[in-house]
């Protein structure tokens, strides 16, 4: 039978969407919605992870200058530790009479004012035979020990038309060395000093009122008798 509604649009009942149909909106929101907070969430995850990755790269980066100084710091110590063992076995050994060496070498600068120490090592045997054979390669004989003088000299004053003007002096050099070399105590004690012609250069000495100096080492050997 055909039923026909006759009141007017205002007065009819509204017709309701049934529930089921509204159940695929109602999933696609829902499934949009997670899918937004998953994305969201492993977005947050993934910044967190790289900022994780930064600060690891970070503490490696911090440990390996720690390890690069400490392994620095261990090899000088060693050095430090075998340079002490060296001076300590020549020292021990009681031969010659360190006070009369070093009481040597300042009379001998003592005659040459325009000669001054920068440095005075004592050398082991090994060190000792590595400098002779430096000099000396066809020196073959056996080194107990040794004295490297790193040494300065001032350059010479010459006047030229009333004006001073300054140049390197070698043969103050040299003439230092030989006497190194014929002090009694210090040939006594040494057999080989080297270099039989000391090299020097020029450096800059922006204390002095020459504006230069020359450096050069001396080194005094000593070989088993």
Not at 81 to 87: A, D
Request: glycine letters at 4%; one cysteine or more.
């Amino acid at each position: 039978m055909l039923r026909i509604n006759l009141l007017p649009p205002e007065r009819r009942r509204l017709r309701r969407t049934p529930l089921y149909a509204l159940l695929p909106l109602a999933l696609g929101v829902f499934l949009a919605a997670g899918s937004l907070a998953l994305s969201a969430y492993f977005y947050v995850e993934m910044l967190n992870i790289e900022r994780d990755i930064r600060d690891t790269e970070a503490q490696i980066e911090s440990k390996r200058n720690v390890r690069t100084t400490h392994a620095q710091l261990t090899a000088d110590l060693a050095a430090i530790r075998e340079e002490v063992r060296n001076i300590t076995t020549i020292v021990d050994q009681g031969r010659p009479e360190w006070a009369e060496i070093l009481g040597a070498i300042v009379e001998v600068s003592s005659k040459n004012p325009n000669i001054w120490f920068e440095k005075v090592d004592i050398l082991s045997a090994t060190a000792a035979s590595a400098a002779l054979r430096r000099f000396s390669p066809q020196a073959n004989v056996p080194t107990t020990f040794g004295v490297q003088l790193d040494c300065n000299a001032a350059p010479e004053k010459v006047m030229e038309e009333g004006k001073a003007t300054y140049i390197g002096n070698p043969e103050l050099i040299f003439k230092f060395r030989e006497e190194l070399r014929m002090h009694p105590t210090l040939r006594n004690a040494f057999k080989e000093v080297q270099p039989i012609n000391p090299d020097w250069q020029l450096v800059s000495d922006q204390g002095s009122v020459e504006g230069f100096k020359l450096k050069f080492s001396v080194y005094l050997i000593a070989v088993k008798k």
